[in-house]
């Protein structure tokens, strides 16, 4: 075996097992072993596997660098699989970076004209396009490519764990919470030699218990296991989702007190630094969980339960009129929470106009709702 196909096999095992800081720089010294002896080919192969592993870190200026380095200089007899990889991973970083709807078609426009002359992975284009839908607000179209994409999956391409988990989220979305159900189990019968598939299944079996409203012992045991399968895994995407739903479990447990508290949980969550937010996802994510948390601190100044704003299955219930027990903390927390709000809708609106949709204004003015529901129940003035 050559120098740089057993230095292949070394980064290999490490991104089956998550390591994908280590598996990026393994792979990285083979391509330059390859290009040594003239294989472009293998150095080819190499950098768009390290380009994979530096995107799954999250580092996805890095990963569009070394992908379009690989693309420029991509030679005739390119491996198949990693010529397809690169065409696709261009779109997945795209639609994670800047997802503008007329670049994406001219994208896709590629990877189907690449389709036709070339052996690919058939469950790829419909589970990237069940994305790019999913990412539209289009949820029931974004199920129905999942299902596509997982009937057509020839054991090769996308794993079908990522298939089943990005189904779960929209039906989820769709509250089918049975469906969803139903697609968490699917992840337990595929994909296993990989770190990462326990761990979304575990996040999204968390999420489902949120959604359904168990009982708050039961969500944190689910919580715990979540975090388990976390440990070990240097995936961003990973860090950032076990950051976010952990505040969010803990804003609801009531015996935890007061969210503007400096030992609450979820305020600790917040303070923690998140690991770079190139993905426009998690930006948005991150200026809505801070608006949740200001709604959950502006409901705890007036009595009112707590409740999750993600799905919103158990509204909140506000008296007619309500007297905070401290007139000036309250409206210091209304200040904030409209803020909150005015700092993710124009995010919304960024990003909304970038992919052609609005589901993300509506999701921030129902918060607004909410504010304001607490707020005229204490009488205050509207902003």
Known sequence: MSHHSSLAKEARQSYLEGRYAESALV??????????????????????????????????????????????????????????????????????????????????????????????????????????????????????????????????????????????????????????????????????????????????????????????????????????????????????????VTARVHLLDSTNGDPAARRHPSRRELCRRCPRRYSVERRYGARVLLLDYRLACLRHAVGVPPVDDVYYTRFQRVPTHVVPSDAAVFARRLRKARAAAQWAMRYAEELDGMLRCNWRQQDVRARMTRIEQIAQAVGADAS
Request: aromatic share 8%; glycine share 6%.
């Open 27 to 244: 792979y990285r010294r083979a391509a330059a072993a390859a290009l040594d002896i003239g294989d472009r080919a293998a150095w080819f192969g190499h950098t768009s596997w390290a380009a994979s592993a530096t995107k799954n870190l999250g580092d996805l200026p890095s990963a569009l660098a070394l992908f379009l380095a690989a693309r420029q200089a991509e030679p005739e007899d390119a491996p198949q699989f990693e010529a397809w990889m690169a065409r696709k991973d261009l779109i997945d970083i795209t639609l994670a970076t800047h997802p503008e709807v007329t670049r994406l078609e001219s994208l896709f426009g590629d990877l189907r004209g690449y389709a036709l002359t070339n052996h690919v992975c058939r469950g790829d284009i419909p589970y990237l396009e069940a994305e790019f839908r999913r990412m539209k607000g289009e949820w029931s179209a974004a199920l129905n490519g999942c299902e596509t994409a997982w009937r057509e999956h020839d054991g090769s391409g996308y794993l079908k764990s990522k298939t089943a988990y990005t189904a779960a989220q929209c039906a989820l979305q769709l509250g089918q919470r049975s469906v969803c159900a139903d697609w968490i189990e699917a992840m337990s019968g595929c994909d296993q030699e990989f770190r990462t598939t326990p761990a979304i299944r575990s996040e999204m079996a968390l999420k489902l218990a949120v959604a359904e409203g168990r009982d708050p012992h039961e969500v944190a045991t689910k919580l715990r296991t979540y975090a388990d399968a976390v440990v070990g895994i240097d995936e961003a995407v990973s860090v950032a989702a076990l950051r976010e």
